[in-house]
């Protein structure tokens, strides 16, 4: 799984399943048996999404961890940064706006961690290596579970990674998901100590999330650039809201 800079980064077929990623990387997923029963037993991966199975804890979140690398981003953050660990939602209504060069500092900051890895699940478009090498991202920690995965496999891959102190970043594209699963997903960050990005197309309602932000396009008012709205919906423990308006390369 381990490659150099690959022109696409992919699994490597179509129909290679979670089930085969994680025996390949063992040592990727060292999460605790707190929720064995949804994630260390693969034949129960529906109860993810049941509520009888959820368990109802308290949730705490880290400081400030990685500058967005938008001075008018940090300034709206209540951590003046990313925070360290959780999970933040990104929502925008069309995928490929630029919403991984917004992370990009964030990307090449856990990318070059080689004691962690960045998992993808399910992204809707093919990552190319070439231009992740270039915003700076070590690829040769990457691992991707294809967007073929079905949404039970997708989801129980989220909260295993999540709860592994080996994965450093876990980035997932999964719509229509409820508050419940969004907690569940947010308590497993909390268990890992690992930060977890979302996107999706719209906001839950009362998600409890660590931070929720709402992206959109925006006119373009320089050659080579390309302008894009950032809102703060909501963050854990600050009743801070906002927008501002952020330059990314094209």
């Known amino acids: 799984m381990n490659t150099t800079a690959p022109t696409n980064i992919s699994a490597p077929t179509p129909e290679h399943k979670v089930d085969q990623l994680l025996q390949q990387t063992q040592d990727l997923w060292r999460g605790s048996n707190q929720h064995n029963t949804a994630v260390d037993n693969p034949g129960a991966?529906?109860?993810?999404?049941?509520?009888?199975?959820?368990?109802?804890?308290?949730?705490?979140?880290?400081?400030?961890?990685?500058?967005?690398?938008?001075?008018?981003?940090?300034?709206?953050?209540?951590?003046?940064?990313?925070?360290?660990?959780?999970?933040?939602?990104?929502?925008?209504?069309?995928?490929?706006?630029?919403?991984?060069?917004?992370l990009a500092p964030l990307l090449r900051d856990r990318s070059q961690q080689q004691s962690s890895s960045i998992l993808w699940i399910a992204?809707?478009?093919?990552?190319?290596?070439?231009?992740?090498?270039?915003?700076?991202?070590?690829?040769?920690?990457?691992?991707?579970?294809?967007?073929?995965?079905?949404?039970?496999?997708?989801?129980?891959?989220?909260?295993?990674?999540?709860?592994?102190?080996?994965?450093?970043?876990?980035?997932?594209?999964?719509?229509?998901?409820?508050?419940?699963?969004?907690?569940?997903?947010?308590?497993?960050?909390?268990?890992?100590?690992?930060?977890?990005?979302?996107?999706?197309?719209?906001?839950?309602?009362?998600?409890?999330?660590t931070l929720q932000l709402q992206l959109s396009s925006a006119p373009v008012t320089e050659a080579g650039y390309r302008n894009m709205d950032v809102q703060l919906l909501k963050a854990r423990g600050s009743h801070k809201q906002g927008r501002v308006r952020i330059k990314l390369p094209c």
């Open 123 to 209: 992204p809707p478009y093919p990552l190319h290596g070439p231009a992740l090498a270039q915003m700076g991202v070590n690829t040769r920690n990457s691992f991707v579970v294809p967007a073929q995965a079905s949404c039970n496999q997708a989801l129980w891959s989220i909260e295993k990674a999540l709860q592994s102190q080996e994965c450093g970043l876990v980035l997932a594209w999964q719509n229509w998901l409820s508050a419940r699963v969004i907690r569940r997903l947010q308590l497993a960050a909390r268990e890992g100590n690992t930060l977890g990005v979302l996107f999706h197309q719209r906001p839950a309602a009362h998600s409890p999330s």
């Open 45 to 102: 991966r529906h109860s993810l999404l049941a509520d009888d199975l959820f368990a109802d804890h308290e949730i705490t979140d880290n400081g400030a961890g990685q500058s967005t690398g938008h001075a008018e981003l940090d300034a709206l953050l209540p951590w003046g940064a990313w925070p360290q660990a959780g999970l933040i939602e990104v929502i925008n209504k069309q995928a490929g706006i630029g919403e991984l060069q917004l």
